[in-house]
T-cell receptor, first 114, second 114 residues
Framework: AQKVTQAQTEISVVEKEDVTLDCVYETRDTTYYLFWYKQPPSGELVFLIRRNSFDEQNEISGRYSWNFQKSTSSFNFTITASQVVDSAVYFC???????????FGKGMKLTVNP | DGGITQSPKYLFRKEGQNVTLSCEQN?????MYWYRQDPGQGLRLIYYSQIVNDFQKGDIAEGYSVSREKKESFPLTVTSAQKNPTAFYLCASSIAGLPYNEQFFGPGTRLTVL
């Protein structure tokens, strides 16, 4: 069965610190997709990135970067020089059985203090 | 602006009452989803629909019902059979029911049973 583990439940940092959010997944599928979503205090989830199982290239988008390693079944997310606006709950998700259904981790609450 | 609207934002219900949560999208997406979020938990799929007049149960469908009479609308009814309905409910949509399509989320409805 598919499973996503976000071991950290809550992290608090000071502005400008770098922070890494861990995501470990389990699946028997050979083709799958991994996602990161951000949930700000307003409530709606915002899509950040998608990665398919055949693409292990790391990706950088501004202050955000993602490290996908199939060997360790991990898809970690790093925020460089964090800002107060990064405060949110972050979810890692995995496509379930080749379908559009997603399995979500429990989320990690990030608080960035000024 | 294209997006997903959910109403109401807050909803209070007495025990034993059915209540319907609204979800409308103008993104012309085929697939729509309902999730439940409990504190400290990830999102859990209640129901999803890939096309009009068709929908499937998710992981926690008991005590809930849906309809999909129009492409843009996917209302969720929380029935009196749902034992613990107090939660945050999120509606989402995607272009098509494919595993690599990101899902777009509405702002959510917070349901409280009194």
């Amino acid at each position: 069965a598919q499973k996503v583990t976000q071991a950290q439940t809550e992290i608090s940092v000071v502005e400008k610190e770098d922070v890494t959010l861990d995501c470990v997944y389990e699946t028997r599928d050979t083709t799958y997709y991994l996602f990161w979503y951000k949930q700000p205090p307003s409530g709606e989830l915002v899509f950040l990135i998608r990665r398919n199982s055949f693409d292990e290239q790391n990706e950088i988008s501004g202050r955000y970067s993602w490290n996908f390693q199939k060997s360790t079944s991990s898809f970690n997310f790093t925020i460089t020089a964090s800002q107060v606006v990064d405060s949110a709950v972050y979810f890692c998700a995995l496509s379930k059985g080749g379908s559009e259904k997603l399995v979500f981790g429990k989320g990690m609450k990030l608080t960035v203090n000024p | 602006d294209g997006g997903i609207t959910q109403s109401p934002k807050y909803l209070f219900r007495k025990e034993g009452q059915n209540v319907t949560l609204s979800c409308e999208q103008n993104l012309n997406h085929d697939a729509m989803y309902w999730y439940r979020q409990d504190p400290g938990q990830g999102l859990r799929l209640i129901y999803y629909s890939q096309i009009v007049n068709d929908f499937q149960k998710g992981d926690i469908a008991e005590g809930y019902s849906v309809s999909r009479e129009k492409k843009e609308s996917f209302p969720l009814t929380v029935t009196s059979a749902q034992k613990n309905p107090t939660a945050f409910y999120l509606c989402a949509s995607s272009i098509a029911g494919l595993p690599y399509n990101e899902q777009f989320f509405g702002p959510g409805t917070r349901l409280t049973v009194l």
